[in-house]
């Protein structure tokens, strides 16, 4: 009986988080023009970041996915210029 051994790679890895991020950068880029991101179609995302349109469908399982995951991403990116800046994350009361 065979086992089957995973195959990590730091390189492969490196890449998928590097296409996610152009992925979602070009996201960013083209809502600033657009109204609604529903405006904004996943051919117009491929060509912004550079990859094949079936690429963002790799990442992420539908356009409402990749949206999901736009506004984590994009709290992170602001949390991180805040924090760059010296200014303090305000605490939401619950």
Do not use: C
Not at 31 to 60: C, L, N, Y
């Amino acid at each position: 009986m065979s086992s089957v051994r995973a195959y990590n790679s730091p390189l492969r890895e490196e890449k998928t988080r590097e296409t996610r991020e152009a992925i979602l950068a070009a996201l960013f880029e083209l809502m600033d023009s657009a109204s609604a991101p529903d405006e904004i179609s996943t051919e117009a995302i491929a060509q912004k970041a550079g990859v094949q349109r079936r690429t963002i469908f790799r990442h992420f399982a539908t356009k409402d996915d990749l949206l999901a995951a736009f506004w984590p991403w994009l709290n992170a990116r602001i949390g991180a210029a805040m924090q760059r800046h010296g200014i303090e994350m305000p605490t939401l009361a619950a």
